[in-house]
């Protein structure tokens, strides 16, 4: 079972181990899972949050999703969790035992004192190994959860200190799931959410009650459709061309090559947090959101990584080949190592930290050069911090962690320590088109290829090649491989991939050929399915593999493929005679690394290739190699580069030695002349004019285009959209953390003694009740005759004592307008459901008249009720209310000033006549409008919106507030506001009236003599 380092192996003697299991769960085969699981995680302040979480699930609603809970409890008692939960949820509620399969829509929760980990769709409980206080059970589970479900692998975290959770988040997003995290203002302790956050991996910052809404709209559009086939459709592949164009213009970088199936889990990914349904919608929202691009940058270069990952990757590493690094190496001489897609630093300073530590066992002193390069800037910035949280301390060992890092007590996190950090340069690096680091001991590039199509992995490896010396090795990923460069290299581990370079004669170039040339040597007829013509046909490829090798051994050009701006996309054969790193910053422009005598020629041949489209030939170069000249042709040859995206034209140079000039220039210029070939020499410098003017002709093009490129980029501006977030005001006060433990109240039964006397004294009480409440009530049977009625009653209907037993039809009641009770009896009595009015005495007063059936105990109708509720004084007062806010309403459309009157959320609840004619605004685009949306926006005035939220929260009241105002109503005018609070002791907010004056200067109209 693949579980994580932090655990231990679970014992016999594991009390969770012993637990009993459900027999199914015994007895269930490992099957991957076909639905999400959810862990969550929380520590201190999370009952509240589990809480508010469940209670927000709707009740039997079915979310297709399993909910594991990770809480850090007291080891030493026994847990209540489950059961509180059970009061928030109708889902089923599971503390888990060992080997328990997790299920849609259940709830599973994790006991005290163990270490919980998903394999194959079942939970394991496992002995923890670490001590009290440093145990993190919820990095843990998060782990085994996203090796176990991958994109199906969602996480939460909620309130708790320290930072549990950060690591097993980045683990679950590396593997395409989702990340969610309470928002750090409604947490209880916010020391876990804000440790996830800061890593800038969390897809959704809410509160517990908005989580579960999210999550399954998440779901139903990540996992809600059906599942795409392995061959997309052109149209996909066409989608999927202009988001890599949209990626590249904004981050100048190409993932065309990435592998298909990891561009499709990612963008859908995006899609499902956007709950955007089809591709082509997704390109539109990219076009429209250059925040979104960004933001899908960043998941394409999501990387799972930490400290000394698989440990004995890196002890194999520590053993046999950093010893190597230094063998037979003079004092003093550099140990150079370049490690790729280091993301935020993990891996380089775990094998700084084992190159520190061999140097120390050595008597000779080294210098250490350590390259860590990525595309990502935030990683890279990072990674030049050192600092890590807390949790870092299960991965590394107690005597590194006190030696190579500092701990900060105020930001509970560790920083590495200067020794150390002084070893690495970190830096960004497009591996794809930046040229490599060159003469290194070491490369490490682990985990970075598997994202890789099969053609850049075939690129890649040929290029650590030529970056290696003679004695360097090459340190993979475990999913990784060299694939077929097999002749390049020979393997120090074949587990753990670490390899060391081989000896240059012992190279085979045959499977370095680019896939275009293979192509176009092999037969374009399909062989036949007759067995002779088969074997023949394998007879015919066998010589023709022999006949390619033969060509391989006698004829063997340097070929470069390059971009028309002289880019170089692929290197074929030794490049050493015409190539050199030229000083500076790194490049992998073929004009910048050419020879002398070679980079003039290069660069007038390309750009006629370019221009004309047909090939060109020079002779006769004179290139400089080491003081010495050698004679070279130079070959360009338009080409076409073939791909799903990149359709870039690319050009194959290829350049072969003729000879070689053992006299300088200088001597061979006295030699012809004493020979009389003097005019040969007129004639080379002739076209070595030629060419120069040639050449100057096409620099002055050059830079004309280069001009008229940089015109054009200072013309574009890019706009960033800000998003304005309102905080919550209401702050949650309760912080219940502990509960009172449910106690078994063991009750007896026990024979009643004296029934009739008991039966007696309730009879006499229910009369003192009924006679004490003032409430008229009456009572009938099935038949509806009178079983009983209050002394009220006979206040309403004219009863005496004697009616009981009559028919309460028969009875004449103090009622007006209303003769249906007969009827409305029946109707209660046949459909059981109770029924109200509002019913008016003769004498004016307003009663409500409720009638409901008369249930025994044994839930057996035995009639109906009648109660009669007196309602009189709230009627006279609901009269009085409109009355009085049809006067206040009069009075407020009477002022000639405009008025508002706004809720506590500043949204409108009122304007009077004059704000309506005043701005011509209908009343159906003001009432219940916000204020901000008010005459299309033009009242959002952000130090109008604090003013007023001031005047509602203190009563401070706003006085003479002057804001500029225009529009087509009002023309451009000053308008003075002035806002007071008005108090309703029994609302939840206050509300506030604003008084609106124009105090443009008017300028008066001179009158007519």
């Known amino acids: 079972m693949n579980i994580p380092p932090a655990g231990a192996p679970q014992t016999a003697d594991d009390p969770a181990a012993q637990s009993p299991q459900p027999e199914a769960e015994q007895s269930a085969s490992p099957a991957e899972l076909s639905f999400p699981v959810v862990g969550i995680g929380a520590s201190a302040g999370g009952l509240a949050a589990f809480e508010a979480f469940f209670s927000a699930i709707p009740p039997d609603t079915q979310t297709g999703m399993a909910f594991v809970l990770v809480q850090h409890l007291d080891p030493n008692h026994k847990s209540i969790l489950a059961e509180l939960i059970k009061r928030h949820t109708c889902m089923q509620v599971h503390e888990i035992v060992d080997g328990l399969r997790i299920k849609p829509d259940c709830v599973y929760i994790i006991p005290p004192n163990v270490d919980m980990a998903l394999f194959n769709g079942l939970l394991h409980l496992l002995e923890p190994a670490a001590p009290r206080g440093q145990r993190l059970p919820i990095d843990f589970f998060f782990r085994s959860l996203a090796q176990d479900q991958h994109e199906r692998a969602l996480c939460v975290v909620l309130s708790g200190t320290g930072s549990d959770g950060t690591l097993g988040a980045r683990a679950i997003k590396g593997e395409g799931g989702m990340v969610m995290a309470q928002a750090p203002k409604t947490a209880a302790y916010d020391g876990m959410p804000r440790s996830a956050i800061a890593t800038g991996l969390v897809d959704f910052v809410l509160p517990p009650a908005e989580m579960p809404a999210q999550l399954m709209a998440y779901v139903t559009h990540a996992f809600g459709r059906e599942a795409h086939t392995s061959e997309p459709s052109s149209k996909s592949v066409d989608t999927l061309t202009k988001i890599c164009l949209l990626l590249r213009d904004k981050s100048s970088h190409d993932f065309s090559q990435y592998k298909q199936s990891t561009l499709i889990r990612r963008i859908e990914r995006r899609m499902a947090l956007h709950q955007i349904e089809q591709q082509r919608d997704y390109v539109r929202y990219l076009q429209h959101n250059p925040l979104e691009i960004d933001a899908l940058f960043h998941d394409l270069l999501i990387g799972v990584t930490s400290f000394f990952r698989d440990p004995e990757a890196f002890a194999i590493l520590e053993r046999e080949v950093i010893p190597r690094l230094f063998h037979e190496k003079p004092a003093g001489s550099p140990v150079r190592v370049w490690i790729c897609g280091c993301s935020t630093g993990e891996e380089a300073y775990s094998i700084a930290i084992l190159l520190k530590e061999h140097l120390e066992t050595l008597k000779q002193d080294y210098r250490l050069q350590i390259f860590a390069t990525d595309i990502d800037a935030n990683a890279i910035e990072r990674a030049r911090s050192g600092i890590y949280p807390a949790n870092i301390a299960t991965d590394i060992s107690p005597e590194r962690l006190a030696r190579f890092f500092v701990m900060s007590q105020e930001q509970g996190c560790y920083r590495i320590n200067k020794e150390i950090r002084d070893l690495l340069v970190f830096s960004e690096q497009d591996l794809i088109k930046d040229p490599p680091f060159s003469r290194l001991d070491l490369i490490s590039c682990r985990n970075l290829l598997i994202y890789l199509n099969g053609d850049l992995q075939r690129r890649l490896i040929p290029l650590f090649h030529y970056a290696l010396k003679s004695s360097g090795f090459l340190f993979l990923g475990n999913s990784e491989t060299i694939g077929d460069a097999h002749p390049l290299f020979t393997p120090v581990d074949r587990k753990w991939k670490l390899f060391a370079i081989k000896e240059q004669q012992d190279v085979t170039l045959t499977p370095l050929l680019p896939q275009r040339h293979m192509l176009s040597i092999s037969s374009p007829h399909t062989p036949s399915s007759d067995p002779e013509s088969m074997s023949r046909s394998k007879g015919k490829s066998d010589l023709r593999k022999r006949t390619e090798q033969a060509l391989l051994r ?119 002349s004493k020979t009389g070939e003097s005019d040969s020499r007129i004639a080379e410098l002739e076209q070595e004019l030629r060419t120069k003017e040639e050449y100057l002709q096409t620099t002055l093009e050059e830079m004309e285009t280069s001009n008229e490129e940089l ?70 049977d099935h038949q509806l005759r009178i079983t009983r009625f209050t002394p009220a009653t006979t206040r309403l209907i004219n009863l005496i004592q004697s009616d009981v037993g009559r028919p309460v039809g028969d009875i004449v009641s103090n009622l007006t307008n209303y003769d249906d009770l007969t009827e409305d009896l029946a109707q209660v009595l046949n459909t059981l459901q109770p029924a109200e009015k509002e019913v008016r005495t003769r004498q004016g007063d307003w009663y409500v008249l409720r009638i409901g059936p008369y249930r025994t105990l044994n839930n057996v109708i035995e009639g109906a009720v009648i109660t009669f509720m007196d309602i009189s004084a709230r009627r006279k007062m609901e009269e009085s209310l409109k009355e009085a806010r049809a006067f206040a309403e009069g009075i407020v459309d009477a002022v000639r000033e405009p008025l508002l009157v706004l809720s506590g959320d500043l949204h409108v609840i009122s304007a009077n006549h004059a704000f309506q004619q005043f701005f011509q605004l209908p009343q159906s685009e003001i009432i219940d409008q916000p204020l901000s949306d008010l005459d299309e926006h033009r009242w959002n005035d952000p130090e109008l919106r604090r003013q007023l939220l001031e005047t509602i929260a203190k009563g401070k009241a706003l006085e003479d507030h002057v804001i500029g105002y ?44």
């Open 554 to 672: 006698h004829y063997d050009p340097t070929a470069l493929l390059v971009t028309g701006r002289g880019d170089i996309r692929y290197i074929y054969g030794r490049t050493g005679q015409f190539l050199e790193p030229a000083p500076g910053d790194p490049t992998m422009n073929v004009f910048s690394m050419a020879r002398e005598g070679l980079c003039h020629a290069m660069r007038n041949a390309l750009q006629r290739v370019v221009t004309t489209g047909d090939s060109v030939r020079l002779k006769g170069l004179r290139v400089k190699t080491n003081g010495d000249f050698t004679l070279a042709d130079l070959s360009v040859h338009p080409e076409q580069r073939t791909g799903h995206v990149d359709t870039e034209p690319l050009y194959l140079a290829i350049l072969e030695i003729t000879g070689s000039v053992e006299d300088g220039p200088g001597q061979n210029i006295e030699k012809r």
């Open 711 to 780: 015109k054009s980029t200072n013309e574009e501006m890019q706009s960033v959209n800000e998003e304005l977030q309102s905080t919550n005001e209401e702050l949650e006060t309760s912080k219940e953390e502990l509960q009172s433990v449910n106690e078994e109240l063991a009750t007896v039964n026990t024979e009643l003694q004296a029934k009739v006397a008991d039966l007696s004294r309730v009879n006499n009480d229910m009369n003192n009740l009924l006679a004490g409440t003032g409430v008229a009530t009456l009572f009938v």
């Open 966 to 1009: 225009e529009s087509a109503a009002t023309g451009s005018c000053s308008l003075s506001l002035n806002a007071r609070r008005i108090v309703h002791p029994d609302a939840d907010h206050d509300n506030v009236l604003i008084t609106i004056k124009d105090t443009s200067p008017r300028v008066d109209t001179p009158k007519s003599p």
